[in-house]
């Protein structure tokens, strides 16, 4: 079974090489020193929905005991594993491997969505756990709780009603033109998002 083609779909630019000698080439622009920073830094697009709300879940499972145990490496493991799936997608952060690889396919088929909107609300979880992070500390623990419970309350709307509320605050900022409409046209254009 082929997965459907969606309208907010990554453009493949041709491969560096194709291009006639001489001329400039997008896909060689982000190649410095024999590596293609784009594909390093890639981010899925579109994700599997289950997948992220998988993680979403695990994360809320971590942090929950990380918050009843007071354990600050829990605090640094979450704020790591945030950076990892913002800079690098689900390939080496070890809670989305687990949901990508190992159970969302025992769900079954993949329900897509946006990869922009997932990416923004993973920064988001790294700006609030990096910032849990730096005041626990500092010596201003209650603050890094508040702010861990704060994602708890987020990461378990994700995982267990299916709401995203990084994803919804990528889309007011869009519609404010804060975040351009090409990023996501998806996520602006309703059509797109019901097909």
Same mark, same amino acid.
């Given at each position: ?13 041709? =491969? ?7 001329? =400039? ?5 982000? &190649? ?6 784009? $594909?390093?830094? =890639? ?5 599997? /929905? ?5 993680? !979403?879940?695990?994360?809320?499972? @971590? ?9 600050? #490496?829990?605090? %640094?493991?979450? !704020?790591?594993?945030?950076? #990892? ?9 070890? @809670?989305?491997? #687990?949901?990508?690889?190992?159970? =969302? ?6 329900? +897509?969505?946006?990869?922009?909107? $997932? ?12 910032? !849990? ?14 702010? #861990? ?7 378990? +709307? /994700?995982?267990? &009603? ?10 007011? @900022? ?6 351009? /409409?090409? %990023?996501? /046209? ?10």
């Amino acid at each position: 079974m082929t997965k459907p083609a969606l309208p907010h779909a990554p453009v493949r630019l041709p =491969a560096s090489g194709s291009a006639p000698a001489g001329a =400039a080439s997008p896909a060689g622009a982000a &190649v410095r020193g024999g590596v293609d920073w784009r $594909k390093v830094f =890639a981010f899925p697009n579109p994700v599997n /929905e289950y997948a992220a709300r998988i993680t !979403a879940g695990l994360v809320v499972v @971590l942090a929950v005991a990380t918050l009843l145990t007071g354990w600050a #490496l829990g605090l %640094v493991a979450l !704020a790591i594993g945030f950076w #990892l799936r913002v800079l690098f997608g689900p390939r080496i952060s070890p @809670l989305a491997l #687990l949901s990508v690889k190992v159970l =969302a396919p025992r769900i079954g088929h993949a329900k +897509l969505a946006a990869g922009p909107p $997932k990416r923004f609300a993973q920064g988001i979880g790294a700006a609030l756990t990096t910032a !849990a992070v730096v005041l626990f500390f500092t010596g201003f623990q209650p603050a890094a709780w508040i702010l #861990l419970a704060m994602l708890i309350v987020a990461a378990s +709307l /994700e995982s267990f &009603v299916g709401f995203c509320l990084g994803c919804s605050i990528f889309g007011f @900022l869009q519609r404010r033109g804060l975040i351009p /409409e090409d %990023v996501c /046209e998806a996520c602006n254009n309703v059509t797109l998002r019901r097909t």
